[in-house]
């Protein structure tokens, strides 16, 4: 029996998927290689396939000939301050040179780089100090580094500061220290804290501005006011204040130095009493104010009718508490202590607590 056979032909309309346009394009964008090949077996015609190839030509001939960058160097005036949204122009010098650069090649720290027309410019929204520099591949410049300062936000602390009513005079009438904090601004009052932030004005002030008027100045407060720096809180942290000045203002001249010496003496025996860490009574108190009184007298500072003995009955010490805890303390920031309330030794002593071990 005689069967009849069909072979089945393909319709002319069937196309492979790599001969269709849509995977054409798809290797012309991503691998251009197969896409070239691919379009040249198609049954495009013939005018795209030309235009299209020299368009790679092109391309591919640009890149090999393209010149390669040898070095890069930016500058720009780093010695300003500048304020906030300042546009700082940035200098840039390749080799070759007019190599092209983009702003993607840029490295910043913080803020921003800004193009415009082919010129380049940093600019910041906050203050601080930032570090830009250029690199492209292995090729890095030179940093620069740009001081940003938000001018309107100074010149209005700067007016809030000089609004704010001077501190009252006290019995002494000695001349506030410049560089004591704003109350405001100012750590917790008998503290470390405040004492290490006198000590760190007073050598800011040493060092920026040192002169005789301010040496005066110190020493008329200290022989003014000896032996009298405990009666309260403002006149011990002027002593600390001054005698942080003078000990740092001179320590370079050597040991014996008397300036140095003196301020020494004095910033140590308050800040203890102002610590409450000694009493007006103790022999380290009475030991360091008989030296200074020696060091005013070689000075010629000492008034004759002051001596040591003449004191303030003593100040009793205060101490730090907190609303459950069994201790008192010398340190507001011991045992992470939340709310501490101040109060006098004998109140504390008087609630049944006891010197904690860790800051006694």
């Not at 203890?272 to 103790?282: E, M």
Request: aromatic share 10%.
């Amino acid at each position: 029996m005689k069967t009849d056979s069909k072979k089945e032909v393909p319709s002319s309309n069937f196309k492979n998927w790599y001969e269709k346009t849509a995977w054409i394009i798809f290797f012309l964008i991503f691998f251009f290689p197969v896409g070239l090949f691919l379009m040249w077996k198609s049954n495009w015609k013939k005018a795209p396939k030309i235009i299209i190839s020299l368009f790679y030509v092109i391309g591919l001939w640009g890149i090999i000939t393209a010149p390669s960058l040898e070095s890069v160097e930016i500058s720009a005036d780093t010695g300003k301050v500048y304020d906030i949204h300042t546009e700082i122009p940035i200098k840039v010098t390749t080799d070759p040179e007019n190599y092209p650069l983009s702003k993607s090649a840029f490295n910043v720290s913080g803020g921003e780089i800004v193009e415009k027309d082919g010129a380049f410019a940093y600019s910041s929204l906050k203050s601080g100090k930032y570090t830009v520099y250029v690199k492209t591949g292995n090729i890095k410049s030179n940093e620069l580094t740009f001081t940003i300062n938000d001018k309107t936000a100074a010149t209005e602390s700067k007016k809030r500061t000089s609004e704010a009513p001077s501190p009252s005079p006290t019995a002494t009438a000695a001349p506030a220290p410049t560089a004591t904090p704003e109350p405001t601004a100012a750590p917790e009052p008998n503290s470390t804290a405040m004492v290490d932030s006198l000590a760190k004005q007073a050598k800011e002030s040493a060092n920026k501005s040192a002169s005789e008027d301010k040496r005066e100045e110190a020493l008329s407060f200290i022989a003014d006011t000896y032996p009298n720096y405990f009666s309260d809180n403002s006149t011990m942290e002027k002593a600390i204040y001054y005698g942080y000045y003078l000990e740092y203002a001179y320590e370079a001249n050597g040991p014996e130095n008397l300036y140095a010496n003196l301020g020494m003496d004095v910033e140590q025996v308050s800040k203890n009493v102002y610590r409450g860490v000694d009493d007006l009574n103790s022999d380290y108190v009475q030991s360091n104010l008989h030296q200074i009184e020696e060091s005013l007298s070689s000075l010629g500072l000492l008034k004759t009718e002051t001596t040591s003995e003449v004191i303030q009955e003593p100040r009793e010490e205060l101490v730090w508490i907190s609303e459950s805890g069994s201790k008192y303390h010398n340190d507001s920031s011991c045992s992470n202590m939340e709310n501490p309330t101040q109060v006098t030794l004998s109140e504390a002593q008087g609630l049944g607590l006891e010197a904690c071990k860790k800051c006694y």
